[in-house]
């Protein structure tokens, strides 16, 4: 991943991280208008992640669903200069007790596609990504806060593992 990311970084274009970013805040803000309200826990959360760390900086909407309190699927579309992310992610979620602030642990595969202009014919990546973070509900509004430790363990084109890899998000919560 250090390869692609600096071959990224060297061909960045401001113009298009404003664009992946007013994508992420419409996806964001669409939520809102179809919101019920839920000041102690969700089933589902739509918004917005940001992948940061050792290379680029990654923009783009997020979808997070829990099938019961501890069990959750996160999908996330990443945009940077060049490249598209696309992952899912397994998470055990647990709460600390008396508060809105949780923790959790999971894992999830990461496929990345960089335009050929500038990785040649090396443009698909796959990846595994273990996550380790906390998770903030406020509790009398539907939003949520997360920010976890996500190194990035490329499995193909030169197989890397970058530890220096982390993400926030900001996500409206539903029903």
Known sequence: MAGILNKIRSNCKSNNMKKMISTGLICLFFGFGIQQSNAQSYNNALGLGIDLGDGQTLVGPQFKHFFDSDNAVNAQVLFGDNTTTI????????????????????????????????????????????????????????????????????LTNDSDFQAGRFSIGFKYTLN
């Open 87 to 154: 992952g899912v992610d397994y998470s055990y979620n647990q709460k600390f007790a008396g508060t809105s602030l949780g923790w959790y642990v999971g894992v999830g595969p990461q496929l990345s596609f960089l335009d050929k202009k500038y990785a040649g014919d090396d443009n698909t990546y796959v990846a595994i990504r273990p996550a380790v973070g906390l998770e903030y509900k406020i509790p009398t509004v539907p939003l949520g806060f997360h920010f976890d430790w996500k190194p990035w363990w490329n």
